[in-house]
């Protein structure tokens, strides 16, 4: 291309290559990182040794530098380098990175090796970091502006197969190979001589070339992966780099065979690269969660992952992470933990990675921090991941005779011991077993999980198939199991089993209790035999493929088989106390010791928990306890209630008399009884007529006291007295008066003002008094009496009046001392 592009294009385009090679491994291999020969490198390898971990894979990035970059792109570019060395999930990749243009006058050439094909030690890596830089300082007199495709995809092809595993021409390369063409533009090479004498020529025989350079990689069996950036792009040209190239590796698995992507933001860029590099080295992806400093990231990691790569994308150096595994523990920058293997890179660059081997399953927490004036920039975080699956594998019957139908089953477990019981963790997996021995041709046949027969129930993530054993197989059986998934690999273990000659003197079958247990439990299980031999015969049991840590005693471990007939022998699994929770792996298995013949094998089909609590214990029982005691509560709140409802006085109305005669009326309202007593005393004023007065505070001794019991009796407690019963409606005598309780609630009424309560407010009553010297007029709802000291009476209801001289006396009325 010859215009200049924007930023977004190019540097996107830069720090995508950064980033496609900022995924290499974390534990070291013999030193190699200083762009080593061939044969230094296939040495380094062979030292390495065979590995349990994912498998290694080798890349080239290969960056298109055509357009004139601005000042920011070169910025951007240099940003990306500090990506090489980080996310790998293998120990023993290689990567290499490339950039290219054209050629198109003497002193240029089409591209530009930044960084040889180097082993991603950690010397590796600090290899890359440095060399890379040179992509950011592009010498326009050693290279054109052009788009010279053919010469860079030679350039990668030849560097990944020489002298590597899986030379050129390989049908199937040892190692993945895989090469990552970042570009923004279209092929442009009608200004580089070497194609030709004019323009169109040029531009036909680049594209005749490019053709031929497809055809070597696919021969070599070298996959292109090509990436464009911004709105210049060629989409029909990249799709045919990417179905030119080679088709192999995981492409049987859905989404990992190469094809081509185009990316039109700078916003794309990050999950564009991970996912693109994720599908090709057939690994998935977490996408996490993203913010600026101060903040808490997260990432979740699932239980299938035995090898993983956490990568921040912090663009900061300033930016200071710290990891958190989901039990919330800090994990160390370097070294084991819980039986996890960790190495932290790229903390002092714009991008930071925690490679874990064996990683915890759930949810991680990556806390960011950076300084005052660091902060304006979004970090995110994502996990690269790989499922290295163990095969748990029985064989029903465990040894069996040629041309005899066999019932093969699969589990699966991770290296950490965490046996794959959620079938949504292993969805779209195809399993495999392939059978080989002597006497016969490689059986490959199929495993499912889908309720049919002999499978016994869809779902329980056990795999089952069935085949005839050859009728002309002889000597040992060696069964594999293969799993295809994306992110998922099998460790490719054999199981060996034994054809045997004739009839089996002892049959045994195993069975396992299906169970939840504790740490420090048993699991329980029986042992059938049949021996139709003459001599009694010895079995073995054993354990086998448990899972790691798990402290676990079988009980018996021998067992006699009498001659001549069938026993049941019940055996046990006790747990120690520090067996990790969570599925248990392993099996239970049966051997004959005459001729050392296995007869059965059957899983440990049990989950451990953690121990109940307290709380897990009792909770219905405290729950049924704490049930009875609000009911018991309710209820004797309910009794207290009832009990002061009875013992309440309110509504009851003291009337004092004399001789017959009514003298005053004192009701008592609510509140004025508490807990059921009342107390009062009489007045006796020099030159008025004694009133009723209620005592407030309670039984003060010169004070009556009358209270209702809770059984509803009402008890008079004279001054100075005895207490005596008192009968509603019945005079008792108080002193020269005489008191005579009445029941049934009255309102309040208006009393008279009296010269010595200091109130205002008048008697409510009923009836009229009069005498000389005054005229009286009283309001009332009771007919009454009352006497004046000159001598004229009164009586009337409503209104009523009397005349006489003389001070007017109460009537019969009640009097409330609050007025």
Excluded at 367 to 392: M, N, T, Y
Aim: hydrophobic residues 35%; glycine residues 14%.
């Amino acid at each position: 291309m010859r215009q200049k592009m924007q930023w977004t294009n190019k540097g996107s385009a830069l720090l995508l290559a950064g980033a496609l090679l900022a995924l290499s491994p974390f534990t070291a291999v013999p030193a190699s990182g200083t762009g080593a020969a061939p044969g230094a490198l296939r040495a380094a390898r062979s030292a390495a040794g065979p590995s349990d971990g994912p498998e290694p894979i080798d890349f080239a990035v290969v960056v298109d530098q055509s357009a004139s970059l601005a000042d920011k792109d070169l910025a951007r570019e240099t940003e990306a380098a500090a990506l090489l060395s980080q996310g790998e999930i293998s120990e023993r990749s290689r990567a290499a990175v490339i950039g290219f243009a054209s050629s198109e006058k003497a002193g240029q050439s089409p591209v530009s090796e930044v960084c040889p094909l180097i082993v991603a030690d950690a010397a590796g890596r600090e290899r890359l970091s440095d060399c890379v830089q040179r992509l950011g300082r592009r010498d326009d007199k050693r290279m054109g502006p052009g788009t010279d495709f053919p010469a860079a995809i030679r350039q990668a092809v030849t560097r990944l197969t020489q002298g590597g595993d899986g030379a050129a021409g390989a049908k199937t390369p040892a190692v993945p190979k895989v090469v990552f063409l970042l570009t923004d533009g279209k092929l442009d090479v009608a200004d580089s001589p070497e194609y030709g004498t004019d323009r169109d020529s040029r531009q036909a025989n680049g594209q005749r070339r490019l053709t031929e350079e497809l055809a070597r990689a696919r021969a070599a069996g070298v996959q292109i992966w090509p990436l464009g950036f911004g709105s210049a792009i060629d989409r029909a040209a990249l799709t045919a780099m990417a179905d030119g190239g080679y088709r192999g590796a995981c492409s049987d698995v859905p989404g990992s065979a190469p094809r081509m992507r185009v990316v039109g933001t700078s916003a794309e860029i990050d999950t564009a690269l991970q996912e693109t590099f994720a599908a090709a080295r057939c690994a998935r992806i977490a996408h996490g969660t993203a913010g600026k400093p101060p903040a808490d990231l997260t990432v979740t990691i699932p239980p299938i992952a035995t090898d993983g790569s956490l990568t921040v994308s912090k663009h900061d150096p300033k930016v200071r992470v710290t990891y958190f595994d989901p039990a919330g523990r800090k994990v160390p920058a370097r070294g084991e933990f819980d039986g996890s293997l960790f190495e932290v890179s790229g903390q002092d660059g714009p991008v930071e990675a925690l490679r874990v081997k064996n990683p915890l399953p759930g949810r991680w927490r990556v806390h960011i921090e950076a300084p005052e004036g660091h902060r304006d920039r979004e970090v995110a975080v994502r996990a690269i991941w790989q499922g290295r699956l163990r095969s748990d594998v029985t064989l029903d019957p465990a040894s069996p005779r040629a041309g005899e139908e066999i019932t093969v089953q699969a589990r699966m477990q991770t290296r950490r011991g965490v046996v794959i019981s959620d079938p949504r963790q292993l969805a779209g997996v195809a399993v495999t077993a392939e059978m080989s021995g002597a006497g016969f041709p490689p059986v490959t046949f199929r495993l499912a999980d889908d309720g049919r027969a002999p499978d016994r129930k869809a779902g329980d993530v056990r795999f089952t198939g069935r085949l005839t054993v050859p009728a002309g197989a002889t000597g040992d059986l060696k069964f594999v199991t293969r799993m295809a998934a994306p992110g998922i690999t099998s460790d490719l273990r054999p199981l060996y089993a034994r054809v045997a000659e004739g009839p089996r003197p002892v049959i045994a079958g195993l069975a396992v209790d299906q169970a939840t247990v504790y740490p420090g439990g048993t699991v329980r299980g029986t042992l059938d035999i049949t021996n139709e031999d003459s001599a009694p015969h010895t079995l073995r049991l054993a354990l086998k493929d448990v899972t790691p840590g798990a402290e676990l005693t079988l009980a018996p471990t021998t067992v006699t088989a009498p001659p001549g007939g069938s026993t049941r022998v019940p055996f046990t699994v006790a747990l120690g106390g520090s067996t990790p929770l969570g599925e248990l792996g392993g099996q239970v298995t049966v051997v004959d010791t005459d001729g050392d013949v296995a007869l059965d094998s059957d899983y440990l089909d049990a989950r451990v928990v953690a121990p109940p609590t307290w709380w897990d214990r009792w909770w219905k029982e405290a729950a049924g306890g704490a049930g009875v005691l609000l009911l018991l509560a309710a209820f004797a709140a309910v009794r207290l209630a009832a009990r002061r409802r009875r013992r309440d006085l309110t509504g009851l109305t003291l009337e004092l008399g004399r001789e017959g005669r009514n003298l005053y009326s004192l009701p008592i309202r609510r509140g004025q009884s508490p807990g059921g007593v009342f107390a009062f005393t009489v007045d006796e004023p020099y030159g008025a007529p004694p009133t009723l007065r209620r005592i407030r505070g309670g039984t003060a001794s010169a004070s009556h006291v009358l209270r209702r019991t809770g059984g509803g009796e009402l008890l008079l407690r004279p001054r100075g007295g005895p207490q005596v019963p008192v009968r509603t409606g019945e005079p008792i005598s108080l002193g020269d008066h005489e008191l005579v309780v009445r029941g049934g609630r009255v309102e309040p009424q208006r009393t008279r003002d009296l010269p010595w309560s200091r109130r205002s407010g008048r008697p409510r009553g009923s009836g009229t008094g009069a005498g000389p010297g005054g005229t009286g007029r009283r309001r009332g709802t009771e007919a009454g009496t009352g006497p004046g000291t000159g001598g004229g009476t009164g009586a009337g209801t409503g209104f009523d009046a009397g005349t006489g001289s003389g001070e007017a006396a109460p009537g019969a009325g009640a009097y409330d001392e609050n007025f």
